[in-house]
Antibody
Framework: EVQLVETGGGLIQPGGSLRLSCVVSGFTVSSKYMTWVRQAPGKGLEWVSLIYSGGATDYTDSVKGRFTISRDISKNTLYLQMNSLRAQDTAVYYC????????????WGQGTLVVVSS | DIQMTQSPSTLSASVGDRVTITCRTSQSINTFLNWYQQKPGKAPKLLIYAAFSLQTGVPSRFSGSGSGTEFTLTISGLQPEDFATYYCQQTYNTPVFGGGTKVEI
């Protein structure tokens, strides 16, 4: 059974750092295209970052240079390192497994809440 | 960047209605268009991928159509569990979600 479980969210001051983890089971994290998607309170979905099975990565403009996506095959875990956090980064962060011809996300985690506030 | 315009932002409907949600893109994305359903406090759920392919386990009352720059999600015979927010997503290049459509009673 495919499962994704995010951890690492919490309350952090502006300018701080946080690392989100997404432990996956039922497949190998390196075998699939993986994404992070966030949702600010009361707002819509926003794609944040992706990592292809081959290792290439991409980021939405607002997090480039601040966030880093990575994975640990030995732990079957996806990460999102978030530095220089801003109030606008406050959101529920979801990890999702993707793939297929149109890079859809077919399995999602339950989300972890990040609140950036002083 | 490809711009996404999803409409309407809110849709009032009744059980049994046929509803249609539209997603337009600023340039052609072929059929690199996916649809998701999200209920409050829950993760999104994939409904349709590649513009018209129904994800396994999704009821057949959901259907998708379109290609190029205009796409639609249709729910034929709205059920109580379908009241939710729906998002389109283009994955032709850097992924972008539409603004969402809340389907309410």
């Amino acid at each position: 059974e495919v499962q994704l479980v995010e951890t690492g969210g919490g309350l952090i001051q502006p300018g701080g750092s946080l690392r989100l983890s997404c432990v996956v089971s039922g497949f190998t994290v390196s075998s699939k295209y993986m994404t992070w998607v966030r949702q600010a309170p009361g707002k819509g979905l926003e794609w944040v970052s992706l990592i292809y099975s081959g290792g290439a990565t991409d980021y939405t403009d607002s997090v480039k240079g601040r966030f880093t996506i990575s994975r640990d095959i030995s732990k079957n875990t996806l990460y999102l390192q978030m530095n220089s956090l801003r109030a606008q980064d406050t959101a529920v962060y979801y990890c999702a497994r993707g793939g297929g011809l149109t890079w859809y996300s077919d399995y999602w985690g339950q989300g972890t809440l990040v609140v950036v506030s002083s | 960047d490809i711009q996404m315009t999803q409409s309407p932002s809110t849709l009032s409907a009744s059980v049994g209605d046929r509803v249609t949600i539209t997603c337009r893109t600023s340039q052609s994305i072929n059929t690199f268009l996916n649809w998701y359903q999200q209920k409050p406090g829950k993760a999104p759920k994939l409904l349709i991928y590649a513009a018209f392919s129904l994800q396994t386990g999704v009821p057949s009352r959901f259907s998708g159509s379109g290609s190029g720059t205009e796409f639609t999600l249709t729910i034929s015979g709205l059920q109580p569990e379908d009241f939710a927010t729906y998002y389109c997503q283009q994955t032709y290049n850097t992924p972008v979600f539409g603004g969402g459509t809340k389907v309410e009673i």
